[in-house]
C-alpha cells in the first residue's frame, strides 16, 4: 500500500499557524551557505532558460502559452541573451523546509516562506519508486510568479484551517554541488505555468528523480 501523507492532518487553525511560524524561524536561524545559495540560483536560472528557449521554438504550444511570463526578451537567440533573459524574470525569494519519507512509496512535505504574511504548505505521495532517498533539508529559492497571485488565484479553504488551497505540481531531483548532495524542488500549475525552484543540502540524495501532483494550503 501507499504512504499517506497529509500535512494538515491533525492541525486545527492555530497549531496550522503555530507550525508555519516555527518554520519561518528555524528557516532565518539556518547558517547562510553563499556557494549553495549560487547553485540553487543558477538552478532556477538553466531552468528558466530552457522554458525560455521552448517557448520561443514552439510558441503555439500550451506550455509556452502559460509561460509567457518568462519571455522578458522577445526573439533573442544565442547562450548570452539567453542567460540575459533569465536574468531578466522576476523574482520573489523564499525559503523553508522539506522531508521525503517512505520506501518504495513515498511522501514529501514542504513548507515555503514568503515575506510575512505569505506562506504554503505542500504535501504529495506516490511510487512506487526504488530510487528515492530520504530526507530533512532547510531550502531556499525563489519563484518568478508573483506568490500574492497564485494566493489569489486559489478558492477559499472550507475546512477548519482556513487560508487558500488548491492543486500543483512539482518535479524533485537533484543539484550536482562537487560535494554534500543537494535537492531542488521545482513548482508548476497545473496549467503547466513555471512558478519556481528552491533548493537544499540533502545527503544521499543520488539519483533520486520524481514529479507528481501536490495539494497547497497558503496562509496570507
Not at 549553495?36 to 506550455?63: C, G, M, R, S, Y
Not at 520573489?92 to 521525503?100: E, P, Q
Not at 475546512?159 to 554541488?177: A, D, H, M, N, V
Amino acid at each position: 500500500m501507499p504512504v499517506e501523507v497529509d500535512v494538515f492532518s491533525g492541525l486545527d487553525e492555530s497549531k496550522f499557524q503555530a507550525k508555519l511560524a516555527s518554520a519561518r524561524k528555524a528557516y532565518e536561524a539556518a547558517p547562510k551557505d553563499p556557494r549553495l545559495e549560487a547553485q540553487v540560483h543558477a538552478a532556477l536560472l538553466t531552468e528558466v532558460a530552457h522554458i525560455q528557449d521552448f517557448a520561443k521554438a514552439n510558441p503555439d504550444d500550451e506550455f509556452a502559452k502559460a509561460n509567457q511570463h518568462l519571455l522578458q526578451a522577445g526573439t533573442r537567440s544565442g547562450p548570452v541573451a539567453a542567460a540575459a533573459d533569465a536574468l531578466a524574470v522576476d523574482t520573489w525569494h523564499c525559503g523553508g523546509s522539506a522531508s521525503l519519507s517512505g520506501v518504495v512509496w513515498w511522501a514529501l512535505g514542504v513548507t515555503v516562506m514568503f515575506p510575512p504574511p505569505l506562506s504554503f504548505a505542500m504535501g504529495a505521495k506516490g511510487g512506487p519508486d526504488w530510487s528515492v532517498a530520504v530526507f530533512t533539508s532547510a531550502i531556499f529559492g525563489s519563484f518568478v510568479v508573483d506568490p500574492q497571485s497564485i494566493f489569489d488565484s486559489l478558492p477559499p479553504n472550507s475546512g477548519p484551517l482556513g487560508g487558500r488551497k488548491g492543486p500543483c505540481k512539482f518535479q524533485l531531483g537533484e543539484i550536482s554541488t562537487g560535494g554534500a548532495g543537494a535537492v531542488r524542488i521545482s513548482f508548476y500549475s497545473t496549467s503547466g505555468t513555471y512558478w519556481g525552484l528552491l533548493g537544499g543540502i540533502a545527503p544521499g540524495i543520488g539519483g533520486s528523480s520524481i514529479s507528481g501532483d501536490g495539494d497547497m494550503l497558503w496562509s496570507g
